[in-house]
Nanobody
Framework: QVHLVESGGGLVQAGGSLRLSCAAS????????MGWFRQAPGKEREFVAA????????YYADSVKGRFTISRDNAKNTVYLQMNSLKPEDTALYYC????????????????WGQGTQVTVSS
């Protein structure tokens, strides 16, 4: 079992920045991948970014490339999502997820989910 707790969401003006954190506890291993997903009202949950606990591979949705950066601190079992140049269309509930295996951009490949943290970007 893996427990995930997100934090760092809030209200920010367009062009601003936020850093989300996801603290993981429980049965985490170096083979895990960690992902960030988001869901806006009336829309499906979509992939944002992913990283593996081991290695340097990162993955991003086209909509956030160049603006968002995912990183990890293995010692703290924490994954971060630095979000810069935020836009109103980034407004959503952001979820952290963990899972084994490949295909990090597909939400069906994640086994554990946090409760989410709200990000609201005003225009």
């Amino acid at each position: 079992q893996v427990h995930l707790v997100e934090s760092g969401g809030g209200l920010v003006q367009a062009g601003g920045s936020l850093r989300l954190s996801c603290a993981a506890s429980g049965r985490t291993t170096s083979s895990y991948k960690m992902g960030w997903f988001r869901q806006a009202p009336g829309k499906e949950r979509e992939f944002v970014a992913a990283i593996y606990w081991s290695g340097d591979s990162t993955y991003y949705a086209d909509s956030v490339k160049g603006r968002f950066t995912i990183s990890r601190d293995n010692a703290k079992n924490t994954v971060y999502l630095q979000m810069n140049s935020l836009k109103p269309e980034d407004t959503a509930l952001y979820y952290c997820a963990a899972g084994w295996g490949s295909f990090p951009t597909n939400l069906v490949n994640y086994d554990y989910w946090g409760q989410g943290t709200q990000v609201t970007v005003s225009s």
